[in-house]
């Protein structure tokens, strides 16, 4: 039975993956990534025939618009290496998605999940700056030169990525913690520029063990327009919230999401 049609006779089904979606594109638009780590576990629970092809065709256009907006910031050479490791990552992921029954896949996308939040959030556990002479304020200390992700960490988070966004829609955290230190405009930009890239190599994997469908296209299709609504109300959140707010907000929800979708796994 096609998806759409099953979420339609569902509408609390459809109101609650349309909210996850909206949500997702409203932090992604804000920090970069978000909107799979966010919305992939709510999918996989009600509707897993939208994981991954229907959640990777959904996201396209909000890739698309946001590595444009920002595009003098992209990082051209950090997103040559990251795909380095992001083509042999996707092969691996879409060998999982074709050998792997439903419960299963589940169960790999709680993990994927929860190793996202817990390196998302050792990754923001920085060292507390040495301490000024007396007299000295903030302002006196020298402004560290941030330095460019090494290109093996940049190929490894570009694998991480290939085997997450393959298997779940999830390819956001290693790029976004590879990219920490860099702005917030070279972030979106780079990892949208790197998504789009990512996302169709994933859909083309995907294809080839025969995982794309007219129906699983369609489900992607039906999710455009929440994209949509969450991205423009990205603009506003963006000019007022607090990046790291916003970035703990939204590791909390996956967090308790990937709980949920465990739970549900192991009692399918």
């Known amino acids: 039975m096609e998806w759409a049609g099953e979420l339609g006779a569902d509408p609390v ?3 609650v993956c349309g909210l996850a979606v909206t949500l997702g594109a409203l932090v992604q638009g804000v920090l970069g990534f978000g909107l799979a780590l966010l919305a992939v576990p709510v999918l996989a629970w009600l509707a897993p025939q939208t994981v991954p092809v229907g959640i990777l065709v959904a996201v396209m256009p909000l890739l698309v618009v946001s590595a444009l907006r920002e595009r003098a910031h992209l990082d051209l050479r950090g997103m040559g290496w990251a795909l380095v490791g992001r083509l042999p990552g996707g092969a691996a992921g879409a ?5 792997l029954p439903v419960p299963g896949l589940q169960l790999l996308v709680a993990a994927t ?7 998302a959030v050792l990754a923001d556990r920085r060292p507390r700056p040495a301490e000024l002479p007396p007299g000295r304020s903030a302002a006196d200390a020298p402004t560290p030169t941030p330095r460019p992700p090494r290109r093996t960490t940049l190929a490894l988070a570009g694998a991480l990525s290939g085997i997450g966004g393959t298997t779940s829609g999830i390819g956001g955290p290693p790029m976004a913690i590879a990219f920490r230190n860099s702005g917030g405009p070279a972030i979106r930009s780079t990892l949208a520029a ?6 169709l190599l994933s859909i083309g994997s995907l294809a080839v063990v025969g995982e794309v469908t007219g129906p699983k296209l369609l489900a992607g299709t039906t999710l455009v327009p929440f994209v ?5 109300c990205s603009g506003w959140l963006r000019r007022r919230a607090r990046p790291h707010v916003v970035r703990t907000a939204v590791l909390g929800l996956s ?3 990937a709980v ?4 549900a796994a192991l009692r399918g």
């Open 95 to 99: 060998l999982a998605v074709a050998v």
């Open 228 to 232: 949509g609504v969450g991205y423009l």
């Open 194 to 199: 790197f998504f789009i890239v990512g996302a």
């Open 13 to 15: 089904a459809l109101l």
């Open 113 to 119: 999940v929860g190793l996202a939040v817990v390196a």
């Open 255 to 257: 967090g308790a999401s």
């Open 260 to 263: 949920l979708l465990l739970v």
